[in-house]
């Protein structure tokens, strides 16, 4: 799954610990996330769209 996290981090000037924080989860869990070796769950995915006022899909493409 290809991701846009990083990206979306960066333009608002948000380390992974403060995104982490307002995720509710661990900078490791962020880092895992932008380096695609983490899936996130179905409810961690809509948290992450929701404070970044997109859609899941904006966030988050399936690879093919």
Same mark, same amino acid.
């Given at each position: 799954?290809k991701t846009?996290?990083?990206?979306?981090?960066a333009?608002?000037?948000?380390s992974?610990?403060e995104?982490?924080?307002?995720l509710g989860?661990s900078?490791? &869990?962020?880092?895992?996330?932008? &380096?695609?070796?983490y899936?996130?769950?179905l409810?961690?995915?809509f948290?992450?769209?929701?404070?970044?006022g997109a859609?899941?899909e904006?966030?988050?493409?399936? &690879? &093919?």
């Amino acid at each position: 799954m290809k991701t846009r996290l990083r990206e979306l981090r960066a333009e608002r000037g948000w380390s992974q610990a403060e995104l982490a924080e307002r995720l509710g989860v661990s900078r490791q &869990t962020v880092n895992s996330i932008e &380096t695609e070796r983490y899936e996130p769950s179905l409810s961690l995915a809509f948290r992450v769209a929701a404070l970044f006022g997109a859609t899941v899909e904006q966030v988050f493409q399936p &690879t &093919t």
